[in-house]
């Protein structure tokens, strides 16, 4: 028999996200996520690749909130609208940060920050962070509009580039 869990670790709590999805459908739900989770470590380690998302609805279409199924494949961005979910782990905090544009499938640009090392390529750290990315400060280039901090799946990037904005030194050829 065991005993209950003193560790500390807080339950998962319902918290909103909005979703834009590969064919541009936009939905608007909560998942189940601690407080302590990163959302790109939660939206890469589904099982499947499937999520469960409460409350959910397709803001376009009127629809009543429900419980649908989400395949994270199909997911180009993912923000959380009132700011409660932690969006990059603690490790990618403080290694130093890179302005960037990157240019997602249907050339739609967005302005962010990505926590890079000095002299660190943009392309191996696409290569090393997995399905999904954690960007700070985005916005849209477009109209400037504050997306706040967002996870991109990676496979939607069509071309990431260094903006004149960035501290850090420019990176040679190669990327």
């Known amino acids: ?37 990163p959302l790109v470590q939660f939206l890469a380690n589904r099982k499947g690749g499937w999520m469960n998302m409460v409350h959910a609805r397709r803001p376009k279409l009127n629809e009543n909130p ?45 302005k962010g920050v990505l926590p890079l090392a000095p002299q660190q390529r943009l392309s191996d750290y696409l290569n090393s962070s997995g399905r999904f990315i954690g960007v700070k400060a985005a916005s849209l280039a477009s109209d400037g509009r504050a997306l706040g901090d967002v996870v991109i799946h990676s496979s939607a990037i069509t071309m990431l580039r260094e903006t004149r904005e960035s501290a850090g030194p420019a990176i040679g050829p190669g990327d």
């Open 66 to 110: 429900g419980h649908i199924i989400v395949q994270t494949d199909h997911i180009v961005l993912a923000s959380a609208p009132d700011g409660n979910v932690l969006v990059l782990g603690q490790a990618a905090h403080g290694v130093g940060e890179r302005a960037v544009d990157i240019v997602l499938v249907g050339g739609t640009t967005v």
């Open 1 to 37: 028999m065991t005993g209950p869990n003193t560790r500390g670790s807080k339950a998962a709590e319902p918290k909103r996200l909005h979703l834009i999805m590969r064919d541009t459908t936009m939905l608007d739900g909560e998942i189940y996520i601690g407080d302590d989770a």
